[in-house]
């Protein structure tokens, strides 16, 4: 079975441009978080998705954004980007809410020059 | 604020030799915990996790790691390293569905 995967693999913006995320979760599972991991520290979490509704929100600006398919996959989006947006962007996928086992894709590592 | 502290950024460690990385977790209603493991470009990869029960948990790879409510720490241990076990290992605390994570120890193996 396919695990989480996540696209485009590597990006590379300017800052003020804008930049979408994509992940797919694992077959079953209906609830996407995404997190965002900048070198040298552990993820910090951004937004947690379950059947196509926000379920819970980080301590982000409003410059990020997601949303959720009815497929379940989900993207995040960045407006304005600044440099310290450079990071590793994770998805992880599991089957609710709550309580439940978050497995990961290998990311979405996004540079701003 | 609930927390993850690790206390060691970086371990370094000959093949062969046993292993413990330390977690501690801010006090809180009874956690649940886990370990993931990331090497140098990859996503995180599940170890072990620990809802209720046996305090003990044995994971993937030879992993096990401790429950301790009385020192609030979940220490991951292994007891004999190998070369491939080089790596970033992440604690994290499930929280209202999302996960804290600490900011990881990155575990150096010598031949």
């Known amino acids: 079975d396919a695990g989480v995967t996540q696209s485009p693999t590597h990006l590379i913006k300017t800052r003020g441009q804008h930049v979408t995320l994509r992940c797919s979760p694992i077959?079953?599972?209906?609830?996407v978080s995404w997190y965002q991991q900048v070198l040298g520290q552990g993820p910090q979490f951004i937004f947690q998705?379950?059947?196509?509704?926000?379920?819970g929100r980080g301590n982000f600006p409003d410059r990020f954004s997601a949303r959720q398919f009815p497929n379940y996959s989900s993207e995040l989006n960045v407006n304005a980007l600044l440099l310290g947006d450079s990071a590793l962007y994770l998805c992880?996928?599991?089957?609710?809410?709550?309580?439940?086992?978050?497995?990961f894709g290998a990311g979405t590592r996004l540079s701003v020059l | 604020a609930q927390s993850v502290t690790q206390p060691d950024i970086h371990i370094t460690v000959s093949e062969g030799a046993s292993l413990e990385l330390r977690c501690n977790y801010s006090?809180?209603?009874?956690?649940?915990l886990f370990w993931y493991v990331q090497s140098p470009g990859q996503g995180l990869q599940l170890l072990l996790k620990?809802?209720?029960?046996?305090?003990l948990v044995q994971g993937i790879k030879g992993f096990e790691a401790e429950f301790k409510r009385s020192q609030s720490s979940f220490n991951l241990r292994k007891p004999s390293v190998h070369w491939s076990d080089a790596a970033e290992y992440f604690c994290?605390?499930?929280?209202?569905?999302?996960?804290?994570f600490g900011k990881g120890t990155k575990l150096s193996v010598k031949p």
């Open positions: 006090y809180g209603a009874t956690p649940y």
């Open positions: 077959s079953g599972h209906k609830s």
């Open positions: 620990y809802f209720s029960g046996d305090t």
């Open positions: 998705y379950y059947e196509k509704e926000e379920r």
């Open positions: 994290a605390r499930g929280s209202q569905g999302n996960l804290i």
């Open positions: 992880a996928s599991s089957l609710g809410p709550l309580r439940n086992i978050q497995y």
